[in-house]
Antibody, heavy 119, light 108 residues
Framework: EVQLVQSGADVKKPGESLKISCQGSGYSFTTYWIAWVRQMPGKGLEWMGL????????KYSPSFQGQVTISADKSITTAYLQWNSLKASDTAMYFC????????????WGQGTMVTVSS | SYELTQPPSVSVSPGQTARITCSAD??????AYWYQQKPGQAPVLLIY???ERPSGIPERLSASRTGTTVTLIINGVQAEDEADYYCQSADSSGTYRIFGGGTKLTVL
């Protein structure tokens, strides 16, 4: 069974750093792209970027380039989304999702990680 | 910038047919995908490559394309269909993914 399990909710102060995770299981982790998707409170889905864990190749949305870092550790089948200096506007739910090779669709999703940034 | 345009809301009575549209110029060269999201849950893939249904998605859900507009069609709407629906595609190079703004389906 394919599963993407994300790390738990986190509360941070502005300026702090954070790294959230997404662990994949039940499939060949290194041969599927993983995406990160932001959903701000009461708003829609926003694609942030992709990583191919087999090579760590990344693609970022222009809106998020330079604002976050996407990485992966294939030895523990985990992808990460990282901030060096959080802002209040980073408060959102963050989802990881697997990109199916054949369909090019986001076919499996993590349960989401709520990040709250507040002083 | 590239955008996918969806109506903010659609309302239908139970048993009726709901149609949710998604339009953008780049849809002429890229496939469209549809996701359903219920409150407090992760999105679920409903349609891929314009009109294909993953296993487990009921046949009363379908999708079609006319030029640069794709339409999600839900026949025999049920109360459980009340949710937010998002279309998704890619830019003309296929590199960058994008989501539409989402449509809230209300079952009256």
């Amino acid at each position: 069974e394919v599963q993407l399990v994300q790390s738990g909710a986190d509360v941070k102060k502005p300026g702090e750093s954070l790294k959230i995770s997404c662990q994949g299981s039940g499939y060949s982790f290194t041969t599927y792209w993983i995406a990160w998707v932001r959903q701000m409170p009461g708003k829609g889905l926003e694609w942030m970027g992709l990583i191919y864990p087999g090579s760590s190749e990344t693609k970022y949305s222009p809106s998020f380039q330079g604002q976050v870092t996407i990485s992966a550790d294939k030895s523990i089948t985990t992808a990460y989304l990282q901030w060096n200096s959080l802002k209040a506007s980073d408060t959102a739910m963050y989802f990881c999702a697997r990109l199916a090779a054949a369909s090019d669709a986001f076919d499996f999703w993590g349960q989401g990680t709520m990040v709250t940034v507040s002083s | 910038s590239y955008e996918l345009t969806q109506p903010p809301s659609v309302s239908v009575s139970p048993g009726q047919t709901a149609r949710i549209t998604c339009s953008a110029d780049a849809l002429t060269t890229q496939y469209a995908y549809w996701y359903q999201q219920k409150p407090g849950q992760a999105p679920v893939l409903l349609i891929y490559k314009d009109s294909e249904r993953p296993s487990g998605i009921p046949e009363r859900l379908s999708a079609s394309r006319t030029g640069t507009t794709v339409t999600l069609i839900i026949n025999g709407v049920q109360a459980e269909d009340e949710a937010d629906y998002y279309c998704q595609s890619a830019d003309s190079s296929g590199t960058y993914r994008i989501f539409g703004g989402g449509t809230k389906l209300t079952v009256l």
